[in-house]
């Protein structure tokens, strides 16, 4: 995850972190949704994305 990936194109070190970290326990919860292995990639990218606003809400308050 690089800070390009967030909606405004800047954040920190730490933030980076903290968005990786709330995407993979987004993907512990919905591993179960993961019928393909091969289609992790996507399958993660999808959470991230939804995970991110979510996350940059939180930041600007």
Do not use: K
């Not at 999808?46 to 308050?61: K, M, S």
Request: aromatic share 8%; glycine share 2%; with cysteine.
């Amino acid at each position: 995850m690089n800070c390009a990936s967030t909606a405004t194109g800047r954040c920190s070190y730490a933030d980076a972190e903290n968005l990786v970290q709330e995407t993979m326990i987004r993907a512990w919860r919905e591993r179960e949704s993961l019928n393909d292995p091969e289609r992790l990639r996507p399958w993660l990218y999808r959470i991230v994305t939804r995970a991110r606003p979510d996350f940059l809400a939180r930041r600007l308050v």
